[in-house]
C-alpha cells in the first residue's frame, strides 16, 4: 500500500517537472516573439505616420506614390506582426497540448490507484473481525491493521478529490485550446487578408505609374478627367432623385424613427488602422455651390477613409442588408439597415463583396466586402455614409440600381 503511494506521488512529480520544464522553454521563445512583434510595431507606426504626414500635402503623384509606398511596408511590417503572433499561437497551443497530454497521463494513473485501493478496502471489508484477529500475531499488529485500514480509506478519498481537481484542470485545458486554435484561424484569415491588401497595393501604385507614365502633369488631368465624371454623375443623380421623389417611383424607402442624439456611440468604424482622406460636409475637395464641384455643387455625405487596397470592411453596427449592387458611380456598394432607429449605412468604392445578400442579419463587425477604387475613385479607399432617409432606385438609361444622395448625416456624430 505504501509503495502504490509512493509511486503516485513519484509519477505525479515526474509529470510537474516535466510539463514545467518544457513550458519554461516555450516560455521563453513567446517572450521573444512578443518583444519582435513590439519592435515591428513601433515601426508600422512610423509608416503611418508618414502616411499622414503625406496626406496633408497639396495633391501630387509624389505624395500619392509616397502614401501607396507606405501602405506597401506598413502592410509587409503588419504581415510580419502576424506571422509572429501564429508562431507565438502555435506555441501556446504546443502549450495546451502538452498539458493536456500530461493531465490525461494523471487521469489515468489516479484511476489505477484508486482502483487498486477499492480492491484493498473490499477484501478488508469482506474478512470478518475474528480472521483478522487470528491473522495477527498479537493486538498491537492487529491495531496497527486497523489503522492502515483507516489511511487507506484516507488515501482513497485524497485520491478521488485529486481526479476530480484534475479533470477540471482538463476540461479548462481543452476550453484554452479550442480559443488558442480560434485565435490560430483568425490570425490565418488575417494574413491572407493582409497579403491580398499588399498585392492590391502595389498593383495600384503600379498601374498609377504606368497611367501617368511617372509624369504630374499626367497624374493632374487624371484627376480632373475623374472630377469632370463625378460631377456630370451626381448631377445626373439629383435630377433622377427629383424625378423619382415626385413620382413616388421607390423600390425601397427607409426613413428613421426618431433620429439619436449626437454624440450617443451606436458604431465602430468599419476599417482597422485606417486614416480619413475626407470628412463629412463642405470639404475643401467639395467646393459645395459650385456646379463644376465633384459633386455637383452638393456637399460630401459621408466620410472617406483608406486602410490599404484590399483592407476587409466591417460592418458598424447590427442590421440587415437591405440593398446592394454596382453602379458607375459608387462602384460596388452594400446597404445595411440599423434598428431600433433604421438608420441606413452604406459602403461605396469596394474591390470585391464578401457574400452578402439582401435580407442577411449581420453583427457589429462582420465583414462585408474589401477596400478598393471602384466606381468615380481616385485611389482606394470606403466611402461611409449614414442615411436618415435612404431609397433606391433604377436609373433608367444604364439599368443600374442607383440610391439617393441626399438626406445623409453625419456618422462621426455616432462612431
Given at each position: 500500500m505504501?509503495?502504490?503511494?509512493?509511486l503516485?506521488?513519484?509519477?505525479?512529480?515526474?509529470?510537474?517537472?516535466?510539463s514545467?520544464?518544457?513550458?519554461?522553454?516555450?516560455?521563453?521563445?513567446?517572450?521573444?516573439?512578443?518583444?519582435?512583434?513590439?519592435?515591428?510595431?513601433?515601426?508600422?507606426?512610423?509608416?503611418?505616420?508618414n502616411i499622414?504626414?503625406?496626406?496633408?500635402?497639396?495633391?501630387?503623384?509624389?505624395?500619392?506614390?509616397?502614401?501607396?509606398?507606405?501602405?506597401?511596408?506598413?502592410?509587409?511590417?503588419?504581415i510580419?506582426?502576424?506571422?509572429?503572433?501564429?508562431?507565438?499561437?502555435?506555441?501556446?497551443?504546443?502549450?495546451v497540448?502538452?498539458?493536456?497530454?500530461?493531465?490525461?497521463?494523471?487521469?489515468?494513473?489516479?484511476?489505477?490507484?484508486?482502483?487498486?485501493?477499492?480492491?484493498?478496502?473490499?477484501?478488508?471489508?469482506?474478512?470478518?473481525l475474528?480472521?483478522?484477529?487470528?491473522?495477527?500475531?498479537?493486538?498491537?499488529?492487529f491495531?496497527?491493521?486497523?489503522?492502515?485500514?483507516?489511511?487507506?480509506?484516507?488515501?482513497?478519498l485524497?485520491?478521488?478529490?485529486?481526479?476530480?481537481?484534475?479533470?477540471?484542470?482538463?476540461?479548462?485545458?481543452k476550453?484554452?485550446?479550442?480559443?488558442?486554435?480560434?485565435?490560430?484561424?483568425?490570425?490565418?484569415?488575417?494574413?491572407?487578408?493582409?497579403r491580398?491588401?499588399?498585392e492590391?497595393?502595389?498593383?495600384?501604385?503600379?498601374?498609377?505609374?504606368k497611367?501617368?507614365?511617372?509624369?504630374e502633369?499626367?497624374?493632374?488631368?487624371?484627376?480632373?478627367?475623374?472630377?469632370?465624371?463625378?460631377?456630370?454623375?451626381?448631377?445626373?443623380?439629383?435630377?433622377?432623385?427629383?424625378?423619382i421623389i415626385?413620382?413616388?417611383?421607390?423600390?425601397?424607402?427607409?426613413?428613421?424613427?426618431?433620429?439619436?442624439?449626437?454624440?450617443?456611440?451606436?458604431?465602430?468604424?468599419?476599417?482597422?488602422?485606417?486614416?480619413i482622406?475626407?470628412?463629412?460636409?463642405c470639404?475643401?475637395?467639395?467646393?459645395?455651390?459650385?456646379r463644376?464641384?465633384?459633386?455637383g455643387?452638393?456637399?460630401?455625405?459621408?466620410?472617406?477613409?483608406?486602410?490599404g487596397?484590399?483592407?476587409?470592411?466591417?460592418?458598424?453596427?447590427?442590421?440587415?442588408?437591405?440593398?446592394n449592387?454596382?453602379?458607375?458611380g459608387?462602384?460596388n456598394?452594400v446597404?445595411?439597415k440599423?434598428p431600433?432607429?433604421?438608420?441606413?449605412?452604406?459602403?461605396?468604392?469596394?474591390?470585391?463583396?464578401?457574400?452578402?445578400?439582401?435580407?442577411?442579419q449581420?453583427?457589429?463587425?462582420d465583414?462585408?466586402?474589401?477596400?478598393?477604387?471602384?466606381?468615380?475613385?481616385t485611389?482606394?479607399?470606403?466611402?461611409?455614409?449614414?442615411?436618415?432617409?435612404?431609397?433606391?432606385?433604377?436609373?433608367?438609361?444604364?439599368?443600374?440600381?442607383?440610391?439617393?444622395?441626399?438626406?445623409?448625416?453625419?456618422?462621426?456624430?455616432?462612431?
Amino acid at each position: 500500500m505504501r509503495r502504490l503511494l509512493f509511486l503516485l506521488i513519484l509519477l505525479s512529480t515526474f509529470y510537474f517537472l516535466s510539463s514545467i520544464a518544457v513550458a519554461q522553454t516555450d516560455d521563453e521563445r513567446i517572450a521573444e516573439l512578443q518583444n519582435e512583434i513590439e519592435r515591428l510595431e513601433q515601426q508600422a507606426k512610423l509608416y503611418r505616420q508618414n502616411i499622414a504626414s503625406e496626406h496633408s500635402k497639396a495633391d501630387s503623384l509624389n505624395k500619392e506614390i509616397s502614401i501607396l509606398q507606405n501602405q506597401i511596408n506598413n502592410l509587409k511590417t503588419q504581415i510580419n506582426i502576424t506571422a509572429r503572433k501564429i508562431d507565438g499561437t502555435l506555441l501556446e497551443i504546443n502549450n495546451v497540448t502538452n498539458e493536456i497530454s500530461v493531465t490525461q497521463g494523471r487521469i489515468e494513473y489516479q484511476k489505477s490507484a484508486i482502483g487498486e485501493l477499492l480492491l484493498e478496502v473490499y477484501k478488508q471489508d469482506r474478512e470478518s473481525l475474528f480472521v483478522a484477529v487470528m491473522k495477527n500475531a498479537n493486538i498491537s499488529d492487529f491495531l496497527n491493521r486497523i489503522q492502515q485500514t483507516a489511511n487507506v480509506g484516507e488515501s482513497l478519498l485524497t485520491l478521488v478529490g485529486d481526479l476530480r481537481d484534475t479533470k477540471d484542470a482538463y476540461e479548462n485545458q481543452k476550453s484554452a485550446l479550442e480559443g488558442k486554435k480560434k485565435e490560430f484561424e483568425n490570425l490565418n484569415y488575417k494574413r491572407v487578408t493582409q497579403r491580398s491588401s499588399l498585392e492590391g497595393t502595389q498593383k495600384e501604385k503600379d498601374s498609377l505609374l504606368k497611367t501617368t507614365k511617372g509624369k504630374e502633369a499626367e497624374y493632374k488631368k487624371l484627376l480632373e478627367e475623374v472630377e469632370i465624371k463625378q460631377s456630370l454623375f451626381f448631377t445626373e443623380m439629383k435630377e433622377l432623385e427629383t424625378k423619382i421623389i415626385q413620382g413616388g417611383l421607390y423600390i425601397l424607402r427607409v426613413e428613421a424613427k426618431n433620429l439619436p442624439k449626437k454624440g450617443i456611440k451606436l458604431f465602430q468604424w468599419p476599417e482597422d488602422d485606417y486614416r480619413i482622406t475626407q470628412g463629412y460636409g463642405c470639404t475643401s475637395y467639395a467646393r459645395c455651390g459650385s456646379r463644376r464641384g465633384p459633386y455637383g455643387g452638393a456637399i460630401h455625405n459621408g466620410i472617406d477613409m483608406a486602410s490599404g487596397y484590399g483592407s476587409p470592411i466591417k460592418v458598424i453596427g447590427d442590421g440587415e442588408v437591405i440593398a446592394n449592387g454596382t453602379n458607375d458611380g459608387w462602384g460596388n456598394w452594400v446597404a445595411v439597415k440599423h434598428p431600433p432607429y433604421d438608420l441606413v449605412s452604406i459602403y461605396g468604392h469596394m474591390s470585391a463583396f464578401e457574400f452578402v445578400r439582401v435580407g442577411t442579419q449581420v453583427r457589429t463587425g462582420d465583414i462585408i466586402g474589401y477596400e478598393g477604387n471602384t466606381g468615380f475613385s481616385t485611389g482606394s479607399h470606403v466611402h461611409l455614409s449614414l442615411y436618415k432617409e435612404f431609397f433606391t432606385y433604377i436609373n433608367e438609361k444604364n439599368g443600374q440600381l442607383y440610391f439617393n444622395y441626399n438626406n445623409t448625416v453625419n456618422p462621426r456624430d455616432y462612431l
